[in-house]
């Protein structure tokens, strides 16, 4: 029997044609390799999983940080949810006989000037009736009776605390509140909302009163009458209140924010300022101790409901602008702070920042107006 050649060491191992056991080869290296491809995958895998984690994180923030766009159906901002204030302390209380004012100088009625539907009349009719006790103590500049007309808060009979105006938007007989200016106290109190909510309400309020339709516009109208009216309908919002400060006899002396009402925080200590401006003008109030109540009583009820359930005068959408339309709000609510702030009307300069930081995070977007008889 023939034996291979090879190379015998003295044990006998043959290492001539014997498989060599080199470190690529050996047991625990092939474990050892087959254990790092096993960590490579589960490690690339995480990656992947973090990945598409993080790309959807981004979607959903994205989606997120898209402007709120009006339907058909219902159109909220949403970025500032409004959270009602638990009222309960405020229920079973009561208001006494209000205090007569040290002050004897003779009552004239206060201009209230607003851009229309600003603040509802009955709502400040309801006010300063409770907060004077007059039956009468707060009308409208454009009531009106029989066989006598206009009586521009002027009465005989009965006395006013408060006279209310649309002036410039309803013109005064010329020069305007300067003509009356012997029939009224010299203190303004000018109303204010926001234009992006009060613009809308107001078209709305006509709507409703020349038309006889009743209830909120549809979408689309709103859109339109939006799209064709817009500019004009700022300068007028903001020429209410730039033509009161620029009269000759009269002096604003406060702002009165619809916003400030749906806050008891806010609205208590604007209803107390109203409260010793009365005073000053020799008109009886209710006591300092009972505005909280008059607050209440006034705006706690239907007018707070709907505020906080859908931050506008009607149910059906929140009033959206367009991309376009938005820049033009920003830009011109920052020139106008600009202007006031040359003033010094610190009050309305602060009010107007509010206003703008609404324009640039809680306004509505929306698609613009349509003519649908025109698409084939």
Known sequence: MHRRAGNHNQNGNNFGHSVERTPENSPNFV???????RVLRQTWLCFLFSIVSIVSIISILSENLKPKRSSDAVARSLSKKKIKPHLSQYHNCTLSQPLTSSTAAPKKPLWFPSYPT????????????????????????YASQKRIGLRHCQSKTTETAVCLNIHPLVEMKSPGPDAFHESFDSTVVLLMRNPAIVIPAFLNQKRIKYKKLPGQMPLKEWRKKRDES???????????????????????????????????????????????L??????????????????????GGNALDQYYQYQYDYTEYVPGYTLAQKEFLIQEMAALIEEVQRQGDAELMNILKEYLIYFKEELVVDEPWVNETNVI
């Open 31 to 37: 474990s050892k390799a087959k254990n790092r491809a």
């Open 230 to 276: 817009l500019k004009p309908m700022w300068n007028q919002w903001k020429n209410q209140y730039l033509s009161w400060k620029n009269t000759k006899h009269y002096q604003v002396r406060m702002y009165f924010m619809y916003e400030d009402m749906m806050y008891p925080d806010r609205g208590i200590p604007a209803i107390t300022r109203v409260s010793k």
């Open 278 to 299: 009365l005073q000053d003008a020799g008109f009886p109030t209710v006591p300092s101790q009972e505005i909280a109540c008059l607050w209440y009583q006034t705006f």
């Open 118 to 141: 600003a603040m509802d009349d009955n709502l400040m009719k309801t006010l300063i009736s409770k907060m004077t006790g007059l039956k009468s103590g707060a009308k409208s500049f």
